[in-house]
């Protein structure tokens, strides 16, 4: 979901859901509220700075503000704990992923040298062009 400021609408999944917004005020506030935590990461703010600056940009007249900022510090633990956890599953994705691609290319080296298609010193040249290691 994405809050756009000049139309004062929500784009998700690429739709504007003016209606749901302007039918539900908090979930269009709190949209605007997860835009502004957004842009401060974007625009290379430490996720907590971020929060804060999109607590202090809040419009007074939000409904949802006196909450946020009542709960400011339980506000930020729970997007740092939602980054944290996104990060994590990024690098893990990327480590799984990582680890596939190393198992594939010994597994086709080791297959390459059984079938006696290349020698044990161009199975090395692979190894160690693709950072895998036997």
Same mark, same amino acid.
């Given at each position: 979901m994405k809050y756009d400021n000049e139309t004062n609408e929500t784009r998700m999944y690429g739709f504007f859901y003016k209606e749901l917004m302007e039918a539900c005020k908090p979930l269009m506030e709190y949209s605007w509220f997860v835009d502004r935590i957004r842009a401060g =990461?974007?625009?290379?703010?430490?996720?907590?700075?971020?929060?804060?600056?999109?607590?202090?940009? *809040?419009?007074?007249?939000?409904?949802?503000?006196?909450?946020?900022?009542?709960? =400011?510090?339980?506000?930020?633990?729970?997007?740092?704990?939602?980054?944290?956890?996104?990060?994590? *599953?990024?690098?893990?994705?990327?480590?799984?992923?990582?680890?596939?691609?190393?198992?594939?290319v010994e597994e086709t080296v080791r297959n390459l040298l059984e079938d006696g298609a290349i020698t044990p010193e161009k199975a090395d040249e692979i190894r160690r062009k693709y950072g895998v290691l036997s």
């Open positions: =990461k974007e625009k290379g703010l430490e996720l907590e700075a971020s929060v804060n600056s999109a607590v202090e940009q *809040m419009p007074k007249e939000f409904l949802i503000r006196d909450c946020i900022v009542r709960n =400011k510090a339980e506000e930020v633990q729970m997007c740092l704990t939602e980054y944290d956890e996104a990060e994590e *599953m990024e690098k893990l994705k990327n480590e799984y992923l990582e680890q596939g691609i190393e198992q594939g």
